[in-house]
């Protein structure tokens, strides 16, 4: 069983700029959901897609966005970077949108700075 | 407001002594509720569902309505359970995997 994989591990970036992270889900898993961390903080949601498409979203602005694909991998896009956006992203894949019965599957991460 | 506090930010105990980690949530409704859990350069991973009642590695969590409390506890802390432990919470609606997670608590089982 392969598990949940994210790449790059660390990435710095210049405000303003773009970014994109990936993310691979766990074999079998439909369903992926995208965490932002800061330092001394927990996970705080940003999106989840099923089946290709965004169902669900936290408290962030339109730059951030995502794809989820075919094979279910999936991408985080930021726009137009800000320092604040310096945080530990996490990509968590399940089996369904409950995540009660369907516990979440974490990758370990993209470090991102901004600076 | 949906919220999740864990009060302490390090808990620091000796092996074999007790272990109790806070969390109190603020949620109008019946949440679902979790315990996760972080070792070192690992993952975060699922240690515990508050319906479930089950015990993993010795930690039961026991959910109080009443306190909007669902403390993590183990009768004997052991070194192989330092690690960072985030409290989460679910909301019932929405119909997607939504967490509110904790700050987290780090603890820290010295020998």
């Known amino acids: 069983e392969t598990g949940v994989t994210q790449s790059p591990t660390h990435l710095i970036k210049t405000r303003g700029q773009q970014v994109t992270l990936r993310c691979s889900s766990q074999?079998?898993?439909?369903?992926v959901s995208w965490y932002q961390q800061a330092l001394g903080q927990g996970p705080q949601f940003i999106f989840q897609?099923?089946?290709?498409?965004?169902?669900g979203r936290g408290n962030f602005p339109p730059r951030f966005s995502g794809l989820q694909f075919p094979n279910y991998s999936s991408e985080l896009n930021v726009n137009a970077l800000e320092l604040d956006d310096s945080a530990l992203y996490l990509c968590a894949s399940s089996m369904g949108t409950d995540s009660y019965n369907s516990p979440l599957h974490f990758g370990n991460g993209t470090r991102l700075t901004v600076t | 407001a949906q919220r999740v506090t864990q009060p302490e930010k390090l808990l620091s105990v000796f092996k074999g002594a007790p272990v109790e980690l806070k969390c109190n949530y603020s949620?109008?409704?019946?949440?679902?509720l979790f315990w996760y859990v972080q070792y070192s350069r690992q993952r975060l991973q699922l240690l515990l569902r508050h319906i479930s009642r089950e015990s993993i590695k010795g930690f039961t969590a026991d959910l109080n309505k009443g306190e909007t409390s669902f403390h993590l506890k183990k009768p004997f802390a052991q070194e192989e359970d330092s690690a960072m432990y985030y409290c989460a919470l679910k909301p019932l609606s929405g119909g997607y995997n939504k967490l509110i997670f904790g700050a987290g608590t780090r603890l820290a089982v010295h020998p």
């Open positions: 949620y109008s409704g019946s949440p679902e």
């Open positions: 074999s079998g898993h439909n369903t």
């Open positions: 897609y099923y089946r290709e498409e965004e169902n």
